[in-house]
C-alpha cells in the first residue's frame, strides 16, 4: 500500500503561478506512472497531466497544455506540477494518483492509488 499527501494548493489570483506535490511514502512509484488529476463541486474527477515511470514521457489534458508541467523526482519518492498562467477555471480539488502496472494516462479508473486531494482557488 502506498500513500500519497498532496500539498502546495491554496489562493492565487488570475495569472498566479502555483507547484503541487505529491509526496508518496509507505511503497516506491519509481516503477509507476502517475498523475495528476482535478475535481470542482458537482463535476466528475477529470485528467489534468500524467508522467511515465522514469519521467521520459508526459501527457497533458488540453485545457492545461501550456501552462502546466508536471515532472518527478524517483530517488525523492515525488511528484510535481507546476501551474502557471492560472485561470478562475482552474479551480478544484487536486489529486494525486498512481497508476497500476498498465493502462491509460488519462482514465481515473486506470489509477488504483489516490491521495486525498489540495484545494487551489483561482480568483478573478
Known amino acids: 500500500q502506498v500513500q500519497l499527501v498532496e500539498s502546495g494548493g491554496g489562493f492565487v489570483q488570475a495569472g498566479g503561478s502555483l507547484r503541487l506535490s505529491c509526496a508518496a511514502s509507505?511503497?516506491?512509484?519509481?516503477?509507476?506512472?502517475m498523475g495528476w488529476f482535478r475535481q470542482a463541486p458537482g463535476k466528475e474527477r477529470e485528467f489534468v497531466a500524467a508522467?511515465?515511470?522514469?519521467?521520459?514521457?508526459?501527457y497533458y489534458a488540453d485545457s492545461v497544455k501550456g501552462r502546466f508541467t508536471i515532472s518527478r523526482d524517483n530517488a525523492k519518492n515525488t511528484v510535481y506540477l507546476k501551474m502557471n498562467s492560472l485561470k478562475p477555471e482552474d479551480t478544484a480539488v487536486y489529486y494525486c494518483?498512481?497508476?497500476?502496472?498498465?493502462?491509460?494516462?488519462?482514465?481515473?479508473?486506470?489509477?488504483?492509488?489516490w491521495g486525498q486531494g489540495t484545494q487551489v482557488t483561482v480568483s478573478s
Open positions: 508522467i511515465n515511470w522514469s519521467g521520459g514521457s508526459t
Open positions: 509507505g511503497r516506491t512509484i519509481s516503477s509507476y506512472a
Open positions: 494518483a498512481r497508476r497500476g502496472y498498465s493502462g491509460t494516462y488519462y482514465r481515473p479508473a486506470d489509477f488504483g492509488s
